[in-house]
């Protein structure tokens, strides 16, 4: 099955999340997403220091400024807004490859999104879209700290880890999708998601 504009008349919707109605579950997910954070950060910097295993205890100037440039406020919240804006990108880029539309980009209480409120895609699609950004962001900063100077390396793992805890709105709705069927349907209207199912006549 391929993604569509139509939704096929045999198909109803049998539920939906709605992150901006649900308030109940947005602090949920913000408060599993602060757990999540730190049980990814352990989990990454454990592969940190099987990628350097040198660091931190290397010693020189490389490092010290590493960990200075670290300590600044401003440094941290332009990491943390420049992995925000590429994790909704690449979920952009996802929606655009399947459905050769340009994707909608927006803001809510609580996070950032990307939709394509006007398709339905399959499972399988729509799951490579909603966790595309865990994955690739992850594996290649993984890549990017076995290679870049001592420096770098606490701000790329910090990029990798907050990308990891602030993907758990696309895990949660894509577990939930995962126990279904293979001809489910989603539509991603950014802060609403919706799942159809074929008609049991």
């Known amino acids: 099955m391929k993604p569509t504009k139509t939704l096929p ?31 990814a950060g352990w989990a990454l910097w454990q592969i940190v220091i099987l990628l350097r295993p040198g660091y931190p205890v290397e010693i020189g100037s490389e490092i010290i400024d590493g960990v200075m440039l670290l300590a600044l406020l401003p440094l941290v919240l332009l990491v943390i807004f420049v992995t925000l804006f590429v994790h909704e990108l690449v979920h952009g880029l996802c929606f ?77 709705v894509c577990m939930r999708i995962g126990c279904e069927s293979r001809d489910v349907l989603v539509r991603d209207n950014g802060d609403r998601f919706e799942i159809y199912r074929p008609r049991v006549e």
């Open 9 to 39: 008349e045999n198909y109803t919707i049998a539920w939906q999340v709605d992150m901006k109605k649900d308030t109940r579950l947005n602090w949920f997910l913000q408060i599993a997403g602060l757990l999540w954070f730190v049980i």
């Open 96 to 172: 655009w490859l399947f459905s050769r539309e340009k994707p909608a980009f927006g803001l809510g209480p609580g996070y950032a999104y990307a939709a394509a409120p006007d398709w339905f895609f399959p499972k399988t699609r729509y799951l490579v879209i909603g966790l595309s950004p865990l994955v690739t962001l992850t594996v290649a900063g993984l890549a990017a700290i076995a290679a870049v100077p001592s420096a770098w390396v606490a701000i790329v793992f910090l990029s990798i880890v907050f990308n990891a805890g602030g993907a758990i709105g696309d895990m949660y």
